[in-house]
T-cell receptor
Framework: EAQVTQNPRYLITVTGKKLTVTCSQNMNHEYMSWYRQDPGLGLRQIYYSMNVEVTDKGDVPEGYKVSRKEKRNFPLILESPSPNQTSLYFC?????????????FGPGTRLLVL | GNSVTQMEGPVTLSEEAFLTINCTYTATGYPSLFWYVQYPGEGLQLLLKATKADDKGSNKGFEATYRKETTSFHLEKGSVQVSDSAVYFCALRNANFNKFYFGSGTKLNVKP
């Protein structure tokens, strides 16, 4: 079964405590991406990766890091979380070529930073 | 730059009513256009897409036509059902295939 898995699904943390949200896919997709969803703002792209070891900034990368050491995994790292990073986070995957446009979204991670 | 603007919600309709959710975009080059649907507590699912001008995407009774002259991709359905209640997002993928831009979402409530 095609899957995009995110962990954890819910997280409450405190300002400054480093955290990692994992994303894993079993579809052999080259393209992976992280988004945050905030009320009234829709989804905004944080970082994306076109393939292993190839990552780049989206529209809102400040305060986040990513890595892509393996094709199936794309963790999102918050080195020093702040309350304005409280949000709903989605990982998405897809093919990098233009012929396959579909993105597959994970179930989301709800983060609260106190 | 690239951006997507969609009509604010919520939109409340009675079952079997006609639905239109407006979406306009700003983009350089030739983007691809999408509608995604999000049901409560879930991630986004692709509803339909169009990759070039005048393409019509369709799925589950929903349709949208890529109009380059009006930079629009309006979502329509002839007869909505209660099960269509969800949040709908219009999105574009840029011509380089690397970035996505989403609208703010439109919540649809369908009453029996």
């Amino acid at each position: 079964e095609a899957q995009v898995t995110q962990n954890p699904r819910y997280l409450i943390t405190v300002t400054g405590k480093k955290l990692t949200v994992t994303c894993s896919q079993n579809m052999n997709h080259e393209y992976m991406s992280w988004y945050r969803q905030d009320p009234g703002l829709g989804l905004r792209q944080i970082y994306y990766s076109m393939n292993v070891e190839v990552t780049d900034k989206g529209d809102v990368p400040e305060g986040y890091k990513v890595s892509r050491k393996e094709k199936r995994n794309f963790p999102l790292i918050l080195e020093s979380p702040s309350p304005n990073q409280t949000s709903l986070y989605f990982c998405a995957t897809g093919f990098a070529s233009g012929r396959q446009e579909t993105q597959y979204f994970g179930p989301g991670t709800r983060l609260l930073v106190l | 730059g690239n951006s997507v603007t969609q009509m604010e919600g919520p939109v409340t309709l009675s079952e079997e009513a006609f639905l239109t959710i407006n979406c306009t975009y700003t983009a350089t080059g030739y983007p691809s256009l999408f509608w995604y649907v999000q049901y409560p507590g879930e991630g986004l699912q692709l509803l339909l897409k169009a990759t070039k001008a005048d393409d019509k995407g369709s799925n589950k009774g929903f349709e949208a036509t890529y109009r380059k002259e009006t930079t629009s991709f309006h979502l329509e359905k002839g007869s909505v059902q209660v099960s269509d209640s969800a949040v709908y997002f219009c999105a574009l993928r840029n011509a380089n295939f690397n970035k996505f831009y989403f609208g703010s979402g439109t919540k649809l409530n369908v009453k029996p």
